[in-house]
């Protein structure tokens, strides 16, 4: 009982595709595995930055709110947005992300990665309730940030609404 070389390479053949069949999924896998790693990682900054905004309650010095500012680069910053005449009402403030205002932290999107059809810049959460003020505009009533692979393979997609419900599409 031995085997022809056909049969042999025959079999080999038939390996080498499911070999490479199975690297190919596991490559896709990859990427989505990346994409709603660092969507999720998006969805905690918001949720960090809300907290922080009721967190300040009681505080005899509380900052405007806590915002999130995101840039076409694939850089987001969790910001504390301040009143530029130290007015303790806020009345003065901006609700937009300064370069001199204190940063809390920073992300960085995977390299893979990028910002699809980014129409915001800014997310800030008020308190004490928080009220959510949306690039500066108080009628804007939700946010959609979507993240793709630069590959175009993926796309997962966070929505803000103005009430601070935070939701993963």
């Known amino acids: 009982m031995g085997f022809t070389m056909i049969?042999?390479?025959?079999?080999?053949?038939?390996m080498g595709l499911l070999t490479s069949l199975v690297i190919t999924y596991s490559r896709?896998?990859?990427?989505?595995?990346?994409?709603f790693k660092d969507q999720a990682s998006l969805i905690?900054?918001?949720?960090?930055a809300r907290s922080l905004s009721v967190g300040t309650l009681g505080e005899v010095v509380a900052p405007c709110?806590?915002?999130?500012?995101f840039n076409e680069s694939g850089s987001v910053i969790i910001f504390k947005d301040s009143s530029p005449g130290n007015d303790p009402k806020c009345l003065?403030?901006?609700?937009?992300?300064?370069?001199?205002?204190?940063?809390?932290?920073?992300?960085?999107?995977?390299p893979a990665l990028k910002f699809d059809e980014l129409d915001l810049a800014d997310i800030v959460f008020i308190p004490p309730?928080?009220?959510?003020?949306?690039?500066?505009?108080?009628?804007?009533?939700?946010?959609i940030i979507k993240i793709k692979s630069i590959s175009g393979s993926?796309?997962?997609?966070?929505?803000?609404t103005?009430?601070?419900?935070?939701?993963a599409q």
């Open 44 to 48: 905690s900054l918001l949720i960090k």
């Open 129 to 143: 309730m928080p009220k959510v003020v949306i690039d500066n505009d108080k009628t804007k009533l939700e946010a």
């Open 7 to 14: 049969e042999l390479l025959v079999v080999m053949a038939i």
């Open 65 to 69: 709110g806590y915002g999130v500012n």
């Open 92 to 110: 003065d403030a901006d609700n937009v992300y300064n370069s001199g205002e204190e940063k809390v932290e920073e992300f960085i999107l995977n």
């Open 28 to 35: 896709t896998g990859e990427r989505q595995i990346v994409l």
């Open 154 to 160: 993926g796309e997962r997609a966070i929505k803000v």
């Open 162 to 167: 103005n009430a601070g419900q935070i939701t």
